[in-house]
């Protein structure tokens, strides 16, 4: 049974930080690249950060750049996503999505909330 369980999620001031972490069953997951999406209300879910399958490469978002870390440990088929610096606008679910060739799989999400 695949699963992809997110934790870490939380309300956090803005200017807080946050640690998410996916961690993967299931599947091999060092074959898979991983990701980060949102989904606020109302809004699509959108792509926040990626990271490759041995770790090599990452791309984030335009909108937290310089904020957010991606990363993963493969010895723990688990992936992270350190957020700093986080603004009322960073509040969504937060979904961890692994993919290999056609085969995607999906968290349940964890919710960021980020206000005062």
């Known amino acids: 049974q695949v699963l992809l369980v997110e934790s870490g999620g939380g309300l956090v001031q803005p200017g807080g930080s946050l640690r998410l972490s996916c961690e993967a069953s299931g599947f091999t997951f060092s074959w898979y690249a991983m990701s980060w999406y949102r989904q606020a209300p109302g809004k699509e879910r959108e792509l926040v950060a990626r990271?490759?399958?041995?770790?090599?490469?990452?791309n984030y978002a335009d909108s937290v750049k310089g904020r957010f870390t991606i990363s993963r440990d493969n010895a723990k088929n688990t992936v992270y996503l350190q957020m700093n610096s986080l603004k009322p606008e960073d509040t969504a679910v937060y979904h961890c999505?692994?993919?290999?060739?056609?085969?995607?799989?999906w968290g349940q999400g964890t919710q960021v909330t980020v206000s005062s």
């Open positions: 999505y692994g993919e290999y060739g056609f085969r995607k799989f």
């Open positions: 990271i490759t399958p041995a770790g090599g490469s990452t």
